[in-house]
């Protein structure tokens, strides 16, 4: 008996991104629950926000969150908002085929650029984007915005 081949679906509805929680919360810790995750999705969605999943049967095995955007920086780009395969099957390719059809869409959707934020941790990940053609082109700095950030003189 052969293994089905993977198969790259967008998700579409509520009961297949419900599925795609247990992964997605792999890469996500901050998820509290599988609602707070189908609430995002959808309210992301609104904006735009597409994600695919790589199945090969009924499982999903890899998730890619993606956006298009436009910037001064980049002009009009395909921005990754997450990509994650299950812990217990990386290096398998399933991140390799989400990358190129991430690629392939960017084509698709007049992109000028794929580009995505990755924690200066994940150096895993640095390898496996610089073997997928990505370069580390900036530094990202971010500060939580609270009632109490003090405001910073010029």
């Not at 901050?30 to 189908?38: A, K, Q, R």
């Not at 999705?41 to 049967?57: E, K, P």
């Not at 997450?82 to 959707?109: F, I, Y």
Request: hydrophobic fraction near 45%.
């Amino acid at each position: 008996m052969t293994t089905p081949s993977p198969d790259i679906q967008r998700v579409e509805s509520e009961a297949h991104a419900r599925r795609c929680y247990p992964l997605m919360a792999q890469l996500r810790l901050h998820l509290i629950s599988e609602d707070e995750f189908i609430c995002r999705w959808q309210q992301q969605s609104l904006d735009g926000y597409r994600l695919l999943a790589l199945h090969v049967g009924s499982n999903i095995l890899a998730l890619a969150g993606y956006r298009v955007q436009e910037n001064l920086v980049h002009g009009r780009f395909l921005y990754v908002d997450d990509l994650v395969t299950d812990a217990n099957l990386r290096g398998a390719g399933h991140g390799a085929a989400l990358m190129t059809r991430l690629k392939q869409d960017a084509l698709a959707l007049g992109c000028a650029k794929l580009v995505l934020d990755t924690p200066l941790s994940n150096a895993l990940g640095h390898r496996f984007y610089f073997r997928h053609g990505l370069l580390a082109t900036a530094l990202r700095f971010s500060l939580p915005i609270t009632i109490e950030t003090p405001p910073v003189a010029d």
